[in-house]
């Protein structure tokens, strides 16, 4: 059973905080959009689809009181929502998308009333978490052609139900390989500095029985050179139109190391992780979050607590080192730009 | 000035126990041996060149109490504190090489008395503290004509004055350049599981007036994408007559980050790094190390307490990826073998 990472339950918003996992599973139910701004703002809620459902479900609560009579002004309403909403992190697509989708749902039921307007808007949220849900699957069964008998699988972050309202991406394509009895041994990347790999990637994967093995994320070229890693997965925040793919910083150090090793480096997203308006990695904003979380791990410190940190959130990995990207309605292979599905 | 990171006064050994770092600067005075395996095993006492001086001093206070009358059980006794010693930890060569060269110390004076040869191994083991400072001087004079005005320097674990008995070699090397004047900026990998770089470089470099800033170790790639990274400098546990390289884990993750970004990439290390009796990295051995290292950091656990856990302490550049070796007889370029210095 995928866990419950997002749900819309009584009127409000469910989520797991999974700032306490693997320690602790502890359901937050909201209907504050500053609250809900926080949980993304915090990772309490994180992983690109996830973000978005957060966002057309934060557009909900976001509206619930809004007083306008004309669309006009409720349009107003949502697009402060909105805007806020997306100001709580800048790099996954998803999040945009799904706050412009939205946007839409309104725009095109106009000559409605208010309330039902809000109830469409409800009903679009919905649609959104039950079409992730069908992605998730879809792309479980097309990443699974890739997987063999016996491979030892490397991913990073944390790429799975937790990040999605179903299985997730990467992690999806493995639960899929094990559930079609395939025996798979998984690597998992630490991923400092949130530790995602660690907390959450190895609780999921044991949690459904599959062989996992936590590694720091420098280990991953000595399990490559000796022969240790047949294959790379994992996830992305946003997607360019030539196929560079931004995802959680480290990413682009594995997709080099992968190259160096000849392995293949599988990056698995739903089609609203592509942003067709941006030709290359090179214009995806990269988020640089606070330095406290490189100088401490678990509120400790960890390193002098004046020293200078770099801290940039994500990388893009440019689209010659991505071997093929799994989408929900097939495989993609280079040049990216003709999507051409397997 | 240099820390003072293992000296010997007042007739003990006495060190900095590093765990502590950079929280609270810590010295502990020992002429117990077992008390010195431990400091080696558990890290307080690290860095190549550093766990030789130990090793050495470790002969003197273990055959101290040796009630030996001949020299056959004296050697004995010696044996015995060397081959507990040598126990400790298996793949930096400096330690084996330190307790050969008190070996042969005892030998070459077999024909004094057990108190004779006492004296004769403590002045030995005082020597080789002598000879590593002045070889720390000059590996850092040699690497800083290789260091330029304005350059941007990526580091790995720590390679400074506690590893050595004075400025270390690759952060010997930064303080030079500092000292001439040059303007360097210096990026440290966290280095995990211990995090070397994170506690011991940043206070070292700091404490130099050194401009520092602390990554992650998977930050690295995104930094020499954006053109932040003009060379890389690391030290070695061991170093095959190839040329091949052992040193604390992640460093051939760097190694290969710097080919494909076409970043040179130094070793600093003194001759007794060298093993001439091994003909590549394929045989040297490998250190594997407690899973809790990973699972958990300063004693907080951050993962599923029984995930499964590789962690391998070491790993090894190839001698391909090594642009040069500098050492206190000058700078060495490939082909290793033939040991031409520049």
């Known amino acids: 059973m995928p866990v419950e990472t997002i749900t819309w339950k009584n009127g409000k918003i469910r989520f797991i905080d999974q700032t306490l996992l693997p320690h602790k599973l502890k359901y937050v139910s909201t209907d504050d959009i500053h609250r809900l701004w926080r949980a993304i703002k915090?990772?309490?809620?994180?992983?690109?689809?996830?973000?978005?459902?957060?966002?057309?479900?934060?557009?909900?609560?976001?509206?619930?009181?809004?007083?306008?009579?004309?669309?006009?002004?409720?349009?107003k309403d949502l697009q402060n929502a909105s805007g806020y909403l997306g100001s709580s992190r800048p790099t996954a697509v998803n999040l945009f998308w799904a706050l412009k989708r939205m946007e839409r749902a309104a725009g095109d039921n106009r000559s409605k009333s208010v309330a039902e307007i809000k109830h469409i808007l409800l009903k679009e949220a919905l649609k959104i978490i039950d079409e992730d849900m069908t992605s998730c699957r879809r792309m479980a069964r097309f990443g699974s052609r890739l997987v063999k008998h016996g491979s030892r699988i490397l991913t990073h972050c944390n790429a799975g139900g937790l990040a999605t309202a179903d299985y997730g991406t990467a992690l999806g394509v493995l639960f899929e390989s094990k559930r079609q009895g395939k025996t798979i041994k998984?690597?998992?990347?630490?991923?400092?500095?949130?530790?995602?790999?660690?907390?959450?990637?190895?609780?999921?994967l044991m949690r459904e029985g599959i062989d996992t093995t936590l590694i720091c994320d420098?280990?991953?070229a000595s399990l490559m050179a000796k022969d240790g890693i047949d294959m790379i997965l994992v996830g992305a925040d946003r997607i360019a139109y030539n196929g560079d793919a931004a995802n959680k910083i480290g990413t682009y150090n594995l997709a080099v190391l992968a190259k160096y090793h000849k392995i293949p480096f599988y990056v698995v997203a739903p089609i609203s992780t592509f942003d067709?308006?941006?030709k290359s990695g090179k214009e995806i904003p990269i988020e640089e979050r606070n330095g406290d979380e490189v100088r401490t791990v678990s509120g400790k410190l960890i390193a002098p607590k004046n020293v200078k940190v770099y801290n940039p959130s994500f990388?893009?990995?440019?689209?010659?080192?991505?071997?093929a990207i799994i989408t929900e309605d097939g495989i993609l292979r280079k040049p990216y730009e003709n999507k051409r599905y397997e």
């Open 276 to 278: 067709f308006n941006i």
């Open 42 to 75: 915090r990772l309490e809620i994180r992983g690109a689809p996830a973000i978005g459902i957060a966002g057309a479900l934060g557009v909900v609560i976001g509206i619930r009181t809004s007083k306008a009579k004309t669309f006009d002004r409720f349009l």
């Open 218 to 220: 420098n280990m991953a």
């Open 315 to 323: 990388d893009v990995t440019p689209h010659e080192l991505i071997t």
């Open 186 to 204: 998984v690597y998992v990347d630490e991923t400092r500095p949130l530790l995602q790999g660690a907390r959450l990637t190895t609780w999921e």
